[in-house]
């Protein structure tokens, strides 16, 4: 389907809006009136310049308050009319956006306002012109794509049509199911967003919240789905209003909107065609966005560090005194893997590599991961489709090369499947000792992400889009100096599981890892075990430093709980966190951050627990603030 997008969707200059939507891939623009009147430049050349990017200009909006509005009123609206007529006709856009009166002082009569639109479909015509009407759902009178269909059904003239916007249809909580029997030639043009559920009005929830598709709540690809049912074969358009797209890099946005409407139309494909109506499939008349299938996903390959000389030593103890076994040495390059169970670590200090220069960026961080899939070339294929450029680093004479795409954080995600998983560690010398040893730690249960703010919807898309994972209910945590807010990405097998943590606060955990990290990066991975007491004891005496946890804590976890008193102090005396829901039991501890950058975490899951212990966050957070005071102190003394 052709792909266009709103001016008002982007930050920036109207120039500056344009190239960006050109270099995404988009095929045309809807003009925001606003981005023209404060254009500093004749109307023509943007025009031109449009078209010297291969844009073409579709629609121009709003124009607003027109219908149902006395005579005197009328005559005032059409004189205006006439002028945005002449500006369209410079502009070369062939339709102009009506929407809903939103005004106090509007007729409840449909034969005034079909009337007064029949008389500004005339003049349209007079300049090659067409009028697209659409229903606000906030308008004083018409607020429904039915209604609206009904004032155009009774307009009955060929330069006046509807205009669709999912928004403001999904955003109230009308039957919207009779959508699909509109006629789809009156139908001019389709809108697209998305948009949480958080409980306010559709004036408030617009203006500030929309979102791209896949990053909000509503039933997009059903209302798409729908609307090509219609027998539309037109223009899909993206309108978004958000605070945090206005402030975001014009390119990144354009980019992140495009993604979305792929990922639409690979979601629209995937609604089931209604029983009562099986012409659907028929009358369906484009082609829709089909990339290969998202990954069967059956866990974490490998982790991959990047380090320099200097704090190379330093993260090898500290993986040692996780239980992890130097397994050996790469054949050519100055990269070791460290191992127990099924979790592989690799450390890269190798000079001339990527995982150098993300060191230069970032420091001591994740650089890559790499995920173990059914398919590592489909894989790789699906991600292309959806715009991540692959990942090509330098491999030596008889090495394995490893498919891979860049994240949307700048880090690398390696591809492997059963194939290259099992030749991975020919790359290494490998100690076979080391690597029969037993271990306390099994797998990897999560990774989680520090996200700078505004970068949370996106990074969201991208792993739905990409790795076809989906988004958990969302939290809010208490950080002592500000609010968390935290969304899981995962696969329904949950063999992968991404909590995606944001803050506006400059000094809660999460901002500062984002703060040291230089952007978006990993800011602690959780390490599964069979039996957290054992590993608990372990790890404490092999030298790991646990994060201290208030005693308080456990009065109230003993209250909420009734936790006996020998099992209590078990978990006191181990500094282990406990969650239940149901008959599910969470148990989870955490090392002190290596140089304030990222920590582990060692979790244990009994009887189906599904989630990350999200109540022990704050108490967490609160002891990670201590931890780093109390560094701060002996680093004065």
């Given at each position: 389907?052709?792909?266009?997008?709103?001016?008002?969707s982007?930050?920036?200059?109207?120039?500056?809006?344009?190239?960006?939507?050109?270099a995404?891939?988009?095929?045309?623009?809807?003009?925001?009136?606003?981005?023209?009147?404060?254009?500093?430049?004749?109307?023509?050349?943007?025009?031109?310049?449009?078209a010297?990017?291969?844009?073409?200009?579709?629609?121009?909006?709003?124009?607003?308050?027109?219908?149902?509005?006395?005579?005197?009123?009328?005559?005032?609206?059409?004189?205006?009319?006439?002028?945005?007529?002449?500006?369209?006709?410079?502009?070369?856009?062939p339709?102009?956006?009506?929407?809903?009166?939103?005004?106090?002082?509007?007729?409840?009569?449909?034969?005034?306002?079909?009337?007064?639109?029949?008389?500004?479909?005339?003049?349209?015509?007079r300049?090659?012109?067409?009028?697209?009407?659409?229903?606000?759902?906030?308008?004083?009178?018409?607020?429904?794509?039915?209604?609206?269909?009904?004032?155009?059904?009774?307009?009955?003239h060929?330069?006046?049509?509807?205009?669709?916007?999912?928004?403001?249809?999904?955003?109230?909580p009308?039957?919207?199911?009779?959508?699909?029997n509109?006629?789809?030639?009156?139908?001019?043009?389709?809108?697209?967003?998305?948009?949480?559920?958080?409980g306010?009005?559709?004036?408030?929830?617009?203006?500030?919240?929309?979102?791209?598709p896949?990053?909000?709540?509503?039933?997009?690809?059903?209302?798409?789905?729908?609307?090509?049912?219609?027998?539309y074969?037109?223009?899909?358009?993206?309108?978004?209003?958000?605070?945090?797209?206005?402030?975001?890099?014009?390119?990144?946005?354009?980019?992140?909107?495009?993604?979305?409407?792929?990922?639409?139309?690979?979601?629209?494909?995937?609604?089931?065609?209604?029983?009562?109506?099986?012409?659907?499939?028929?009358?369906?008349?484009?082609?829709?966005?089909?990339?290969?299938?998202?990954?069967v996903?059956?866990?974490?390959?490998?982790?991959?560090?990047?380090?320099?000389q200097?704090?190379?030593?330093?993260?090898?103890?500290?993986?040692?005194?996780?239980?992890?076994?130097h397994?050996?040495r790469h054949r050519?390059?100055?990269?070791?893997?460290?191992?127990?169970?099924?979790?592989?670590?690799?450390?890269?200090?190798?000079?001339?590599?990527?995982?150098?220069?993300?060191?230069?960026?970032?420091?001591?961080?994740?650089?890559?991961?790499?995920?173990?899939?059914?398919?590592?070339?489909?894989?790789?294929?699906?991600?292309?489709?959806?715009?991540?450029?692959?990942?090509?680093?330098?491999?030596g004479p008889?090495?394995?090369?490893?498919?891979?795409?860049?994240?949307?954080?700048?880090?690398?995600?390696?591809?492997?499947?059963?194939?290259?998983a099992?030749?991975?560690?020919?790359?290494?010398?490998?100690?076979?000792?080391?690597?029969?040893?037993?271990?306390?730690?099994?797998?990897?249960?999560?990774?989680?992400?520090?996200?700078?703010?505004?970068?949370?919807?996106?990074?969201?898309?991208f792993?739905?889009?990409?790795?076809?994972?989906?988004?958990e209910?969302?939290?809010v945590?208490?950080?002592?100096?500000g609010l968390?807010?935290?969304?899981?990405?995962?696969?329904?097998e949950?063999?992968?599981?991404?909590?995606?943590?944001?803050s506006?606060?400059?000094?809660t955990?999460?901002?500062?890892?984002?703060?040291?990290?230089?952007?978006?990066?990993?800011?602690?991975?959780?390490?599964?075990?069979?039996?957290?007491?054992?590993?608990?004891?372990?790890?404490?005496?092999?030298?790991?430093?646990?994060?201290?946890?208030p005693?308080?804590?456990?009065?109230?976890?003993?209250?909420?709980?009734?936790?006996?008193?020998?099992?209590?102090?078990?978990?006191?005396?181990?500094?282990i966190?406990?969650?239940?829901?149901?008959?599910?039991?969470?148990?989870?501890?955490?090392?002190?951050?290596?140089?304030?950058?990222?920590?582990?975490?060692?979790?244990?899951?009994?009887?189906?627990?599904?989630?990350?212990?999200?109540?022990?966050?704050?108490?967490?957070?609160?002891?990670?603030?201590?931890?780093?005071?109390?560094?701060?102190?002996?680093?004065?003394?």
């Amino acid at each position: 389907m052709r792909k266009s997008i709103a001016t008002v969707s982007l930050s920036g200059r109207l120039i500056e809006k344009l190239e960006a939507i050109a270099a995404a891939g988009f095929d045309g623009v809807e003009i925001f009136e606003n981005d023209l009147l404060f254009h500093d430049g004749p109307v023509r050349d943007v025009r031109r310049y449009a078209a010297d990017l291969g844009l073409t200009i579709d629609l121009f909006q709003p124009f607003r308050d027109f219908e149902g509005v006395s005579d005197e009123q009328h005559k005032r609206n059409l004189v205006r009319a006439e002028r945005k007529f002449d500006l369209m006709g410079e502009l070369g856009a062939p339709l102009m956006l009506v929407c809903s009166n939103v005004g106090t002082d509007v007729a409840d009569d449909d034969g005034r306002a079909a009337a007064q639109l029949f008389e500004l479909a005339e003049r349209a015509a007079r300049h090659q012109l067409k009028i697209g009407y659409e229903a606000l759902s906030w308008g004083t009178r018409v607020r429904t794509f039915d209604h609206a269909w009904r004032i155009v059904e009774t307009v009955n003239h060929p330069h006046i049509g509807l205009i669709l916007d999912s928004f403001h249809t999904l955003a109230l909580p009308d039957d919207w199911s009779s959508l699909r029997n509109l006629p789809g030639q009156r139908i001019f043009f389709v809108q697209l967003a998305d948009a949480p559920r958080l409980g306010m009005t559709p004036l408030t929830l617009s203006r500030h919240f929309r979102s791209f598709p896949g990053q909000g709540d509503l039933d997009v690809p059903g209302f798409l789905q729908a609307v090509l049912a219609t027998g539309y074969s037109g223009t899909i358009s993206l309108e978004i209003f958000s605070d945090e797209t206005r402030s975001a890099p014009p390119r990144l946005t354009a980019e992140d909107a495009f993604r979305s409407l792929r990922f639409l139309e690979e979601q629209a494909r995937k609604q089931p065609v209604r029983q009562e109506n099986a012409s659907e499939a028929r009358r369906r008349r484009v082609e829709l966005f089909d990339p290969p299938p998202p990954p069967v996903i059956s866990g974490v390959r490998f982790v991959e560090f990047a380090v320099d000389q200097r704090s190379e030593r330093p993260f090898a103890a500290l993986l040692e005194q996780l239980g992890f076994r130097h397994l050996g040495r790469h054949r050519s390059k100055e990269v070791s893997l460290f191992g127990q169970g099924d979790i592989r670590i690799v450390v890269n200090r190798e000079p001339d590599s990527f995982a150098a220069s993300y060191f230069l960026v970032h420091g001591p961080s994740v650089c890559a991961l790499a995920l173990e899939t059914d398919d590592a070339l489909a894989a790789l294929g699906r991600a292309e489709a959806y715009g991540a450029a692959r990942f090509d680093g330098r491999v030596g004479p008889n090495e394995l090369a490893i498919p891979a795409i860049r994240s949307d954080a700048g880090s690398v995600i390696y591809f492997t499947d059963r194939e290259i998983a099992a030749d991975f560690e020919t790359d290494f010398e490998i100690d076979p000792d080391a690597a029969a040893l037993p271990a306390l730690l099994t797998r990897i249960d999560h990774i989680a992400q520090a996200l700078p703010d505004g970068q949370l919807d996106p990074s969201v898309l991208f792993y739905r889009a990409v790795l076809g994972l989906e988004p958990e209910a969302p939290v809010v945590l208490a950080d002592p100096y500000g609010l968390v807010r935290s969304k899981a990405v995962s696969n329904p097998e949950r063999t992968l599981r991404m909590p995606l943590n944001i803050s506006e606060s400059r000094n809660t955990v999460t901002a500062r890892s984002v703060s040291n990290y230089g952007g978006a990066g990993v800011h602690h991975i959780a390490l599964a075990t069979n039996d957290i007491f054992a590993a608990a004891t372990s790890l404490k005496a092999r030298g790991a430093v646990i994060l201290p946890i208030p005693v308080n804590y456990y009065d109230d976890i003993q209250a909420r709980f009734g936790l006996d008193d020998d099992r209590l102090a078990m978990l006191r005396d181990a500094n282990i966190l406990y969650d239940r829901v149901g008959d599910g039991e969470f148990l989870h501890f955490y090392t002190m951050p290596f140089e304030d950058r990222f920590y582990f975490e060692i979790v244990q899951r009994i009887g189906g627990y599904d989630s990350y212990g999200a109540p022990n966050a704050p108490v967490r957070m609160a002891a990670l603030a201590a931890g780093r005071m109390s560094a701060r102190d002996l680093a004065e003394l």
